[in-house]
């Protein structure tokens, strides 16, 4: 099996922060890596599942509780207006169902808004957020996350601002 979220579940502990921004036994939170959107987040199960109706009822109980509690803390960190959320699963070796959790900017041109968000995505290399912002981004987001409601693992060092990338 070709997944590249499972490869990444497997390997957990040494994952950078970028990787596992927030986890608890169901879910594991990234930052997407090809974006040029800072917050760009995925939510994905911690087991492989292909499809939303494979989810376990305990796993679907947190799934709104995981969303909703990125939505806000995305809120704190990037200002952003509101999130969007989607789920397709549909590309070669990404089969592994994950939800995409992007901040909405208040400036996002019309163009790009709703399911066109999606250019800012499957960037060029050297367009890529920087690793080590993303780190940062991650801790940050991580020192809101564990604020709230107490579902994120502590995985990130606390205290990592945004202006340090």
Known sequence: MDCYVCRNNDQFNSLPPRERVAADAHWRVAHAFDST???????????????????????????GTWQVQLSRA???????????????????????????????????????????????LDAPPDQRIPESRLDAFAAELQNHLSRGSGMATATATKGAGLSEA
């Not at 207006?81 to 900017?105: C, I, L, N, S, W």
């Open 37 to 63: 959107v800072a917050g760009w987040l995925i939510l994905v199960p911690r087991r492989h599942v292909t499809s939303i109706a494979e989810l376990t009822d305990v796993e679907a109980a947190s799934l």
């Open 74 to 120: 995305l809120a704190i960190v990037t200002g952003c207006v509101k999130t969007y959320v989607m789920q397709y699963a549909e590309r070669d070796g990404f089969g592994h169902v994950h939800f995409h959790v992007v901040p909405r900017m208040p400036d996002i041109p019309h163009d790009r808004r709703g399911p066109r968000v999606f250019a800012y």
